[in-house]
């Protein structure tokens, strides 16, 4: 069975330009869930998925990033225009529903973004 | 609101000798914890993870844990370091008025084991 799969795995970009981040959760994840670690920092979350539904962006810092989930399947994040404090990395999990605490998260190797 | 501190950014231990990685959790509710680990290039690996059944949670590749609720505490151990656990460590907490959706990351513990 694949695992989480993310792409690119390194992106490079200058302030100001447009990348698109892509997740593929495991096949029959209905929950997927965006991730960050700027350096030397936490990871944090940003959001959540239920299949196609925003369920919380609670961790979205700003309008510049934009998650979509069209059909349920994979995820896109953008972020448009990118700033310097938008390096670092991102990973994206998927997960099925379960009982509360079994809700285990499932990591792609993250996609590495530098903001130059 | 809820919170963990790994207490050491860096261990670095002898091939054969334990390993100790601290980690220290604020929480109001019953929480879950996990630690995961990453190794350079990979994904986040589930290791083990608590959920209120027993308080010492065996994991894979010989690591364990103990939930202490007194002292707050969920420190992952292994009684003999191998080369291959090199790796980064995080302690993760969830639960409470956040959900069991929210995976909230201590710092991370960078792993290094000598011959």
């Known amino acids: 069975e694949a695992g989480v799969t993310q792409f690119p795995s390194h992106s490079v970009i200058e302030k100001g330009q447009t990348v698109t981040l892509r997740c593929d959760p495991i096949?029959?994840?209905?929950?997927l869930y965006w991730y960050r670690r700027v350096m030397g920092k936490e990871i944090k979350f940003l959001l959540h998925?239920?299949?196609?539904?925003?369920?919380?962006e609670s961790g979205m810092p700003n309008n510049r990033f934009l998650a979509e989930r069209t059909g349920g399947t994979y995820s896109t994040l953008k972020v448009q225009p990118a700033e310097l404090e938008d390096s670092g990395v991102y990973f994206c999990a998927s997960s099925q529903p379960g009982l509360a605490g079994k809700n285990i998260q499932y990591f792609g190797a993250g996609t590495r973004l530098s903001v130059l | 609101a809820q919170s963990v501190t790994q207490l050491d950014s860096h261990v670095s231990v002898s091939e054969g000798t334990p390993v100790l990685l601290r980690c220290n959790y604020s929480s109001s509710y019953s929480p879950s914890l996990f630690w995961y680990v990453q190794h350079p290039n990979k994904g986040l690996q589930l290791l083990l993870k608590?959920?209120?059944?027993?308080?010492l949670v065996k994991g894979i590749n010989g690591f364990e844990a103990e939930f202490k609720k007194s002292e707050t505490s969920f420190h992952l151990t292994k009684p003999s370091a191998h080369m291959s656990d090199a790796a980064e460590y995080f302690c993760?907490?969830?639960?409470?008025?956040?959900?069991?959706?929210?995976?909230?990351f201590g710092a991370g513990t960078r792993l290094a084991v000598h011959p």
């Open positions: 993760v907490v969830t639960g409470g008025s956040g959900g069991y959706n929210k995976l909230i």
């Open positions: 608590y959920t209120s059944a027993a308080t």
């Open positions: 998925f239920v299949k196609e539904s925003k369920q919380d």
């Open positions: 096949s029959g994840h209905d929950n």
